[in-house]
């Protein structure tokens, strides 16, 4: 029996038009466009204004990553974020409606910053079933609608944006094809990166929650160090299952967390800084959009080109992680937002 992979055919991006600089935060917040180049190499992010949505982005990435692929129709739609446009549904069904897929499964995958990696994981799983053909996996943020504005940690790092890939069932040894997905999670570092309030432990607690309870929380320094230790682990597990040496990786395609992180865990790996390809300049750390804003990005700008063996690894609250492995394949061009 032939083994069924999901295959990328198709990859497409959307950011919200704002750009916010370092001096603009730092007109309110004490922080500076020097710290936070130094500290995360982030310059700027893009943020949506008020009335733009998740699903709004992950409609307009969803669609350009179908014209990339050439198709009209897939047979799931699953959207990875942590700012679903409302608690309760789903934002993935909406989103598929907007994209003429009435009908078809939609479900939202809630790994955050890993979100990508865990849907990759998903979309695979529906492809090997047998019963699905074609996958959409959007990652998309609004990112900036839970950050406190009072919150410098959080304000200078994290953009708004989203990236999609199409995925057609094909076989292992195509260029495209999503090679063993290393996941993972610890629980107990929840209180590292969480929203306090909204959900049914601050409900069932019966208390009314502080207005700033409902904004992401972040400790920054053990999420890094977490960030550093689990990714480069995850990474190396994933070229180990797919049988990769390092010499193998052309490319290093890692969520934009903070360029620092970035930097060292291809410094762990023994990657060179050649691999390593990255965005989180101009667009910040956009969570589940992070990776395939960044695959759209690159693939647009020659960064990444097929044949390119490509490391992708992620890791995000939680705490989740995850890494695979791909050939990068032939896609139609699409037009990326700069
Ligand atoms: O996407 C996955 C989840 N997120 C991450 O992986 C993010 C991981 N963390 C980070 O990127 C970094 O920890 C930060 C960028 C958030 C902070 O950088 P750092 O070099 O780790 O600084 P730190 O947390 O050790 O804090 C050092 C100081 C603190 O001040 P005190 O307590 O020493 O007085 C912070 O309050 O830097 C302060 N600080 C800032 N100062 C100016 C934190 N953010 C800022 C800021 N501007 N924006």
Same mark, same amino acid.
């Given at each position: 029996?032939?083994?069924?992979?999901a295959v990328?055919?198709?990859?497409?991006?959307?950011? @919200?038009?704002?750009?916010?600089?370092?001096?603009?935060?730092?007109?309110? &917040?004490?922080?500076?466009?020097?710290?936070?180049? !130094?500290?995360? $190499?982030?310059?700027?992010?893009?943020?949506?204004? %008020?009335?733009?949505?998740?699903a709004?982005?992950?409609?307009?990435?969803?669609?350009?990553?179908?014209?990339?692929?050439?198709?009209?129709?897939?047979?799931a #739609?699953?959207?990875?974020?942590?700012? @679903?446009?409302?608690?309760?549904?789903?934002?993935?069904?909406? #989103?598929?409606?907007?994209?003429?897929?009435?009908?078809?499964?939609?479900?939202?995958?809630?790994?955050?910053?890993?979100?990508?990696?865990?849907? &990759?994981?998903?979309?695979?799983?529906?492809?090997?079933?047998?019963?699905?053909?074609?996958?959409?996996?959007?990652g998309?943020?609004?990112?900036?609608?839970?950050?406190? +504005?009072?919150?410098?940690?959080?304000?200078?790092?994290?953009?708004?944006?989203? $990236?999609? #890939?199409v995925?057609?069932?094909?076989? +292992?040894?195509e260029?495209?094809?999503?090679?063993?997905?290393?996941?993972?999670?610890?629980?107990?570092?929840?209180?590292?990166?969480m929203?306090?309030?909204? =959900? *049914?432990?601050? /409900? *069932?607690?019966?208390?009314?929650?502080? +207005?700033?309870?409902?904004?992401?929380?972040? !400790?920054?320094?053990?999420?890094?160090?977490?960030?550093?230790?689990?990714?480069?682990?995850?990474?190396?597990?994933?070229?180990? /299952?797919?049988?990769?040496?390092?010499?193998?990786?052309?490319?290093?395609? +890692?969520?934009?967390?903070?360029? /620092?992180?970035?930097?060292?865990?291809?410094?762990?790996?023994?990657?060179?800084?050649? !691999?390593?390809?990255?965005?989180?300049?101009? #667009?910040?750390?956009?969570?589940?959009? *992070?990776? %395939?804003? &960044?695959?759209? !990005?690159?693939?647009?700008?020659?960064?990444?080109?097929?044949?390119?063996?490509?490391?992708?690894?992620?890791?995000?609250?939680?705490?989740?992680? $995850?890494?695979?492995?791909?050939?990068?394949?032939?896609? =139609?061009?699409? %037009?990326?937002?700069?």
């Amino acid at each position: 029996m032939t083994t069924l992979r999901a295959v990328i055919c198709g990859v497409g991006a959307a950011l @919200p038009p704002r750009v916010v600089t370092n001096d603009e935060l730092s007109a309110y &917040l004490d922080t500076s466009d020097e710290w936070i180049r !130094q500290r995360t $190499g982030i310059r700027t992010r893009r943020r949506v204004d %008020p009335g733009t949505a998740t699903a709004d982005l992950a409609t307009e990435a969803g669609a350009r990553a179908l014209a990339s692929a050439g198709v009209t129709d897939v047979d799931a #739609v699953v959207l990875a974020t942590a700012t @679903p446009d409302r608690l309760v549904p789903a934002t993935a069904p909406e #989103v598929a409606t907007r994209l003429g897929l009435t009908g078809v499964a939609a479900y939202d995958v809630a790994a955050v910053c890993s979100g990508f990696v865990y849907g &990759l994981a998903s979309a695979a799983g529906l492809v090997a079933t047998g019963d699905f053909r074609r996958v959409l996996l959007i990652g998309a943020e609004a990112y900036s609608t839970i950050i406190d +504005p009072k919150d410098r940690t959080t304000a200078a790092i994290f953009g708004d944006g989203a $990236g999609a #890939v199409v995925l057609r069932a094909g076989g +292992p040894g195509e260029p495209g094809a999503i090679g063993p997905v290393d996941l993972g999670s610890d629980g107990s570092l929840v209180e590292l990166g969480m929203i306090p309030a909204g =959900g *049914s432990r601050q /409900r *069932s607690a019966g208390g009314t929650a502080a +207005p700033e309870d409902h904004y992401f929380r972040m !400790q920054g320094g053990d999420m890094y160090r977490h960030a550093v230790t689990r990714m480069t682990a995850s990474a190396s597990t994933a070229l180990d /299952r797919a049988g990769w040496r390092l010499s193998d990786v052309d490319r290093f395609v +890692p969520h934009q967390a903070n360029a /620092r992180i970035a930097a060292a865990v291809a410094e762990r790996l023994g990657l060179t800084g050649d !691999q390593l390809v990255s965005n989180i300049e101009h #667009v910040g750390n956009t969570a589940a959009a *992070s990776i %395939p804003l &960044l695959l759209a !990005q690159a693939a647009a700008d020659g960064r990444l080109r097929p044949g390119h063996r490509v490391l992708l690894a992620a890791f995000g609250s939680g705490a989740t992680w $995850g890494a695979t492995t791909l050939v990068w394949p032939e896609v =139609g061009a699409v %037009p990326i937002p700069s």
